[in-house]
């Protein structure tokens, strides 16, 4: 009786457990047509295993390459659609992506482990799985190895065939003297709101900046509004203008995923203007506040915001292709199909 009662309860158990899986990816974003929860399931079924143990060890030889990682898929969503186009080596072609200045400092170890990523998944399943997934689940296992929300990817992106341009790739990605204003437009473009734009920021709780991307605020005068203390740590780091030099965005745990980066721009200790208009700005700054306060408010919309960022413009289907060398299109891919792509424009929705 007894066994037969706990059976029943195990099975019980074991129903409410799918149905909560299945409300889970109910609760997310809506996907876009082409992409699935389970796109790989049976043509490469390791696949997010591959990558988490790659990651894993990878990780602690060099915790910095988890930022690298996820701002690599954040340019390439936000340029011309999450379609691997960041990954391609302009140096063949003429400059692409890569060669844009917002690049400066994507870091090489990040295009490296994804190709390593690539040679490994192609192993075990052959070329089935595109370079733009692979960007999208190594982001996200950054995210997660480092302390943040795990979440799910909808897979099925297909790679493109052609660069971005310079120009393309500057007027996509906001700069880091951007004011809200200009965040929030630039945003509301790819039908990204104020959650979306406070959550997505949080992803500078990892990494590292440059001098060149924040001595804005200390040269020729110092913003008013930054800490004084951090802002002479700063000087030290960045003695003048234009100081090859770097510096942690999250001055409370630069290496862990977590909510701090809001507890710093409470305390006016945001690293770029970007950062700390967020919570200069009155349409945003309660939902900084929120997520200081609440960890896990900040890891529920970090997470739907990736999941919506990771559908921009993708190419699904048969567009594009499966990349064998995640850094150069296939041999005998004609540059020339771009066109028909572009015209065929309601498949390449916004997301
Ligand atoms: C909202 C607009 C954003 C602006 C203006 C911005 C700007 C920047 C800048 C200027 C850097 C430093 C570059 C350097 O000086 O080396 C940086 C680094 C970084 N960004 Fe953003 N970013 C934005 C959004 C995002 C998003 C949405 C993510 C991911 C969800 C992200 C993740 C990162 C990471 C992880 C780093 C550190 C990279 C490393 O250590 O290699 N950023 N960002
Ligand atoms: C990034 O852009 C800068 C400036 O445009 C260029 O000098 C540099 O070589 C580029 N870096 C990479 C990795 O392509
Ligand atoms: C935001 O920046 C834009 C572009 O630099 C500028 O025109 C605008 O006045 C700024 N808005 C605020 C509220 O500071
Ligand atoms: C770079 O920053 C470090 C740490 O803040 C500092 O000790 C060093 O002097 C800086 N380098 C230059 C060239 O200013
Ligand atoms: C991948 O493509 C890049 C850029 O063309 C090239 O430098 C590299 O050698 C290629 N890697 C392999 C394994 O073929």
Known sequence: MASSSSLALLLLLSSLAVFCTLSEAESSPPIVKGLSWSFYESSCPKLELIVGNYLKNAFQKDIGLAAGLLRVHFHD?????????????????????????????????????????????????????????VAALAARDSVHLSGGPNYPVPLGRRDGLNFATQQATLASLPAPFSNVTVLLSALAKLKLDSTDLVALSGGHT????????????????????????????LRRTCPAKNTVNTTVLDIRSPNTFDNKYYVDLMNRQGLFTSDQDLYTDSRTRSIVTSFAVNQALFFEKFASAMIKMGQLSVLTGTQG?????CSARNAGSRSGVLESLVDGEGEMAVF
């Open 77 to 133: 969503c936000f340029v011309q659609g999450c379609d691997a186009s960041v990954l391609l080596d302009g140096s063949a072609s003429g400059p692409g992506e890569q060669q844009a200045p917002p690049n400066l400092t994507l870091r090489p170890a990040a295009f490296k482990a994804i190709n390593e990523l690539r040679a490994l998944i192609d192993k075990q399943c052959g070329r089935v799985v595109s370079c733009a997934d």
């Open 206 to 233: 990892i990494g590292i900046g440059h001098c060149t991307s924040f001595d804005n605020r200390l040269f020729p005068t110092q913003d008013p509004i930054m800490d004084k203390t951090f802002a002479n740590s």
């Open 321 to 325: 292709e499966i990349r064998a060398n």
